[in-house]
């Protein structure tokens, strides 16, 4: 096939229906939508609007930004994600991780207070490296993410944000954002603390834990059939009100400020003025004015540096945890890498919003979900109330109390804390506490970053442990001498393990050398170019002692690689039986009942050809 041949083909394949149906979710189900659809549709979109306006403007505050940054954040993501995402379930916005990282690589290293410049940039090169990644297949990247590092990560993050609110909760000032010092902080300025904004806090924590309550009420497995009409209401009504607790308690504590400060009682700290309208559509600045001083687009870009790289992968983590629970519930399947598309999309065009960077939210998810939105274009109703709130209600948010919003914040992030899995990990599988407990304690003490980062190095280093020491099976042949050590390594031999191998293998002739060792290959399926090194040399080591090497039960691929290494006197027999009967041969017969390698004519035909096919092509160089 030509260069333009092939040009012809692969531009058949981008441009065909399979391809933009792929690209575009919505196409596959926007043919089939229907009215009875698209009811479903309104209703969920509404209640999570509800839910995702006072959570957006609590999440902001956690995130070191101006409130209205949260809704900012709130709407481009439910439009994009109608056209490219695979989850009919899945709503993107602000969450509480992403917004701890805002605060912690952006909004928080930002030499002017409450400044977005940071956040904005980190949103667009978050985006761009989803998008990439996303185009590049590299979805699969999440796999390397054990459950118990997630698990460790998002308990310690919780703690941290949920302890972070504490100071709202008290109407304290002037707390560090470092966790152990906004502990020490937090306890010392006690006597600081404002009396109504304690007030305010406590109760709006105990009813939001009460409507919480209200809504997951059991009526018992009456027949639908039979229930009157009026009680059917009420326990919709009630159900309705659960769900939009969030909105309930915001709404009820402005309005309580509202008339303390209309009668002259400064007594709560409230959110204060917000600018009205929506946002301007614009690209981003990547200058930073600070005073008489700039900060350039490199010091940004320097200031932010890991920042690059963990949002998005962390932005991944949580939005396919989230789609994997809800389809696997819902049967039905996402594709993770058309998810970072619609991540990254979603991001790129949120940052000329001004927002900062958003994901899935588990929360408003399982909202979502329990509302019977069939399609992703329940995102549309949500993303449509958001940007009424902004064009009308902007002037409202002046009166929320800021310990309203702290006890959102913390009754959302309290259930995403796990301890009853370290009881399921003590009895299924001990071994993965130590990189659960490391991510936990280490997200406290050098910060979360770094907590999850060395919960993932340790994660693989137990994964990558056995391929470095391998379990080796050893038989000797006669029971009662060592004249043929039979060795069966328990799975592949790649690089990690072929010093441990080669040692396993030269251990058996230090003293009184047998007249062959047999490595039996039939749990090996792979092979690498580091480990056909140690076998040419262990090949040769043995055989400067009169020691021979024969290799049993070899893989066709194995085999082949083997075989194209060219490695001098190795030999290979179908079965170990076959291998152990070479002992007894004279060296000329050897090279016929079995493979040997150097014994064999370059020009003649390999005896094995038939038997491998076409492998040759698809073999581990």
């Not at 009919?88 to 509480?96: F, S, Y």
């Not at 590299?138 to 504490?166: C, D, K, M, R």
């Not at 009026?230 to 009100?241: A, G, H, L, M």
Request: proline share 5%; charged share 15%; hydrophobic share 45%.
């Amino acid at each position: 096939m030509t260069v333009c041949d092939e040009i012809k083909t692969q531009a058949k394949e981008i441009c065909s229906v399979k391809t933009a149906k792929k690209t575009l979710p919505i196409t596959q189900w926007l043919p089939k939508y229907c009215c009875q659809w698209f009811q479903c549709d309104l209703i969920a979109g509404l209640t999570v609007g509800l839910t995702v306006i006072p959570q957006g403007l609590a999440y902001a505050v956690v995130a070191e930004l101006p409130p209205q940054y949260g809704l900012y954040s709130s709407f481009m993501g439910c439009f994009i994600y109608c056209l490219f995402g695979t989850s009919k379930d899945i709503t993107l916005g602000p969450t509480a991780i992403m917004s701890l990282m805002t605060a912690q690589f952006a909004s928080g290293l930002s030499p002017v207070p409450h400044n977005a410049t940071y956040a904005l940039i980190l949103t667009l090169m978050c985006g761009c490296i989803q998008l990439l990644m996303g185009i590049l297949n590299l979805g699969i990247i999440v796999e390397f993410i054990s459950y118990p590092v997630i698990n460790g990560f998002t308990s310690a993050a919780a703690i941290i944000i949920a302890f972070g609110q504490v100071k709202h909760i008290l109407g304290l000032q002037n707390i560090p954002r470092d966790f152990l010092q906004s502990v020490y902080y937090t306890f010392a300025k006690l006597p600081q603390t404002r009396i109504a904004d304690l007030i305010m806090g406590i109760v709006c924590l105990i009813l939001l834990a009460g409507l919480k309550k209200m809504k997951s009420i059991d009526w018992g497995d009456e027949n639908e059939e039979d229930i009157p009409v009026c009680r059917k209401i009420s326990r919709k009504f009630i159900w309705v009100i659960g769900t939009a607790r969030n909105a309930v308690i915001v709404i009820s504590g402005a309005l309580i400020a509202a008339a303390c400060i209309s009668q002259g009682f400064d007594t709560f700290s409230v959110v204060g003025p917000l600018p009205e309208g929506l946002p301007t559509f614009q690209l981003p600045n990547f200058t930073l004015h600070n005073g008489s001083t700039t900060v350039s687009t490199a010091q940004i870009f320097s200031d932010i540096g890991i920042g690059f790289g963990v949002v998005p992968l962390l932005s991944l983590v949580e939005t396919i945890a989230i789609g994997k629970a809800f389809a696997r519930q819902n049967n039905y399947r996402i594709d993770a890498n058309q998810e970072l598309i619609a991540i990254g999309i979603s991001n790129i065009l949120g940052s000329f919003v001004s927002a900062y960077p958003v994901t899935g939210s588990f929360s408003r998810t399982a909202v979502n979900s329990q509302s019977g939105v069939k399609t992703p274009a329940g995102g549309i109703f949500t993303g449509c109330l958001i940007l009424l709130a902004l064009a009308v209600l902007t002037p409202a948010f002046y009166y929320i109390p800021q310990s309203a919003l702290a006890a959102v914040i913390i009754s959302a992030v309290l259930q995403m804390v796990d301890f009853k899995i370290i009881m399921k990990l003590w009895k299924v599988k001990k071994l993965d506490l130590i990189p659960l407990g490391i991510t936990f304690l280490l997200s406290f003490a050098l910060g979360i970053e770094y907590g999850i980062l060395i919960g993932i190095l340790v994660t693989l280093f137990i994964v990558l442990y056995p391929l470095a020491r391998p379990t080796v099976k050893v038989t000797l042949r006669p029971e009662t001498s060592r004249d043929i050590v039979i060795l069966q390594p328990n799975q592949g031999l790649m690089f990690p393990g072929t010093e441990y191998i080669m040692e396993q293998i030269e251990g058996y002739s230090y003293e009184g050398p047998p007249k062959m060792v047999v490595i039996d290959c039939s749990h090996i399926s792979a092979i690498d170019y580091t480990t056909i090194q140690g076998i040419e040399g262990v090949i040769g080591e043995l055989k400067r002692k009169k020691c021979s090497v024969v290799f049993s039960c070899v893989q066709i691929q194995v085999l082949d690689v083997l075989l194209k290494a060219d490695i001098p006197g190795f030999r290979s027999a179908n079965t170990t039986e076959e291998a152990a009967d070479f002992s007894t041969l004279p060296d000329e017969e050897k090279c016929i009942n079995g493979i040997g390698h150097d014994e064999i004519d370059e020009d003649e035909e390999n005896p094995i050809q038939p038997l491998l096919g076409n492998t040759r092509q698809n073999s581990i160089a």
